[in-house]
């Protein structure tokens, strides 16, 4: 019913900028918070970023400053502005929105997740 896509993932050296977005689709009642994660390899996935439906930002200490978070409500999507990006930022981010969406009659909330995009920044 729901899918969550990433997109603008790539290589790009040390220093350099890339713009993650993620589309939600599907029969989407309402979306509370979005947000991107990432993995790094032999690491615990963790919380890069997110925004509530209300506009307000968090960030990760490491990020903060570099990226900047936002979301466009009309399309379902969130966005990821990456600047400054270091060799650490390497991972594959994930995609992640908070929603409740339709099946027949019911709505279902749930925790959705993208199929994740990789980041590679070179020295």
């Known amino acids: 019913q729901v899918q969550l896509v990433e997109s603008g993932g790539g290589l790009v050296q040390a220093g350099g900028s890339l713009r993650l977005s993620c589309a939600a689709s599907?029969?989407?009642?309402?979306?509370?918070?979005m947000g991107w994660y990432r993995q790094a390899p032999g690491k615990q996935r963790e919380l890069v970023a997110n925004?509530?439906?209300?506009?307000?930002?968090n960030y990760a200490d490491s990020v903060k400053g570099r990226f900047t978070i936002s979301r466009d409500n009309a399309r379902n999507t969130v966005y990821l502005q990456m600047n400054s990006l270091k060799p650490e930022d390497t991972a594959v981010y994930y995609c992640?929105?908070?929603?409740?969406?339709?099946?027949?009659?019911?709505?279902?909330?749930?925790?959705?997740w993208g199929q994740g995009t990789q980041v590679t920044v070179s020295s």
């Open positions: 925004i509530p439906s209300g506009g307000s930002t």
């Open positions: 599907g029969s989407i009642f309402s979306i509370s918070t």
């Open positions: 992640n929105a908070d929603l409740t969406y339709w099946s027949g009659r019911y709505g279902y909330a749930n925790d959705c």
